[in-house]
């Protein structure tokens, strides 16, 4: 079975462009989790959907930041302007019923 | 405010010999816990659970104990091999479905 699949798996991108990082969960699964890992933070929540309907964004650090779900299989995270900071690698994850959380290999981005 | 907290970023241990990963959190009223496990350039993986009614989950080689009276828990990798060198974070339920990680410490079993 075929895990949750993020894109790309790492991106280099200067101060100030967009960076759209991609995520599919896995099928029948009904949440679907944005997080960020950082040294200082360790795995941060920026947002999770249920049945593709945004109910948690306080995690998300600032309007740069924006995520849609626009269909089941489908989410996506975009940081516009991007912003030496928000170097990090983020992962998409996914869950039944909000039981055990499957976690994708994570997008490693570095803004310059 | 960080409700889950692993004060280690880093352990090293012996091949062989016994982990243990230690986890603090804030909140009596969280009903379970979760250890997960990451490997460089991979998501984490769950690992192992434990529920608040509980004080002990085995599986083989790991163990988790939870003491609520001190609202610790911890993971215990006994024996030690190599390839559980990697990341361990424990992580509690933040209601909603989704969850408090901590910051993981990283575990380095030495051949």
């Known amino acids: 079975d075929a895990g949750v699949i993020q894109s790309p798996r790492h991106e280099v991108t200067e101060m100030g462009q967009e960076v759209t990082l991609r995520c599919k969960p896995i099928s029948g699964h009904d949440y679907l989790f944005w997080y960020r890992q950082t040294m200082m933070r360790g795995l941060e929540l920026l947002i999770y959907f249920n049945n593709n309907v945004p109910i948690d964004d306080s995690g998300m650090p600032e309007d740069r930041f924006s995520a849609k779900m626009p269909n089941a299989s489908f989410s996506t995270l975009k940081i516009q302007p991007s912003e030496p900071r928000d170097s990090a690698v983020y992962f998409c994850a996914s869950s039944l019923a909000g039981n055990t959380i499957y976690f994708g290999e994570g997008s490693w981005l570095t803004v310059v | 405010d960080q409700q889950v907290k692993q004060n280690s970023p880093s352990l090293s241990v012996q091949e062989g010999r016994i982990s243990i990963l230690n986890c603090d959190y804030t909140?009596?009223?969280?009903?379970?816990f979760l250890w997960y496990k990451k490997y460089p350039a991979e998501g984490p993986t769950f690992l192992i659970s434990i529920s608040s009614i509980k004080d002990k989950n085995e599986d083989g080689r790991f163990t988790v104990f939870l003491n609520k009276s001190a609202k610790h828990l911890s993971l215990h990798i006994v024996p030690s091999q190599p390839g559980d060198s990697a990341v361990y974070f424990c992580?509690?339920?933040?209601?909603?479905?989704?969850?408090?990680f901590g910051t993981g410490t990283s575990l380095t079993v030495i051949p």
């Open positions: 909140n009596s009223m969280f009903d379970y």
């Open positions: 992580a509690a339920p933040a209601g909603g479905n989704q969850f408090y």
